[in-house]
């Protein structure tokens, strides 16, 4: 089974800075692609940033330039830092992996437990 445990939510004023993490740990083949969403109440769960190989991120528009998306490959953990944040970013932030297990050779999403980031004035 694979798990991920994400962290570093908390509350912040704007123009703050809050940096996410994400473990994945478990039986763990490889992880293809690494994932930052973010769900805001009564709206759809977004895209915020991806990283997969050695492409370039892809980050949503809103928060291009403000947020940058890390991986490091040995820890198979994923980070977000979050600058100049404002409240419109006030969401529960989810990490999504694309994991091979061991058991397996495609690879499947899994998801974070989520962590609520919230922006306040």
């Known amino acids: 089974q694979v798990q991920l445990v994400e962290s570093g939510g908390g509350s912040v004023r704007p123009g703050g800075s809050l940096r996410l993490s994400c473990a994945a740990s478990g039986s763990i083949r490889s992880i293809a692609g690494m994932a930052w969403y973010r769900q805001a109440p009564g709206k759809e769960r977004d895209l915020v940033a991806r990283i997969r190989g050695t492409s370039n991120p892809n980050y949503a528009a809103s928060v291009s330039g403000r947020f940058t998306i890390s991986r490091d490959s040995a820890k198979n953990t994923v980070y977000l830092q979050m600058d100049n944040l404002k409240p419109e970013d006030t969401a529960v932030y989810y990490c999504?992996?694309?994991?091979?297990?061991?058991?397996?050779?495609?690879?499947?999403?899994?998801w974070g437990q989520g962590t609520q980031v919230t922006v306040f004035s």
């Open positions: 999504e992996m694309d994991v091979v297990p061991n058991s397996g050779w495609h690879p499947a999403a899994y």
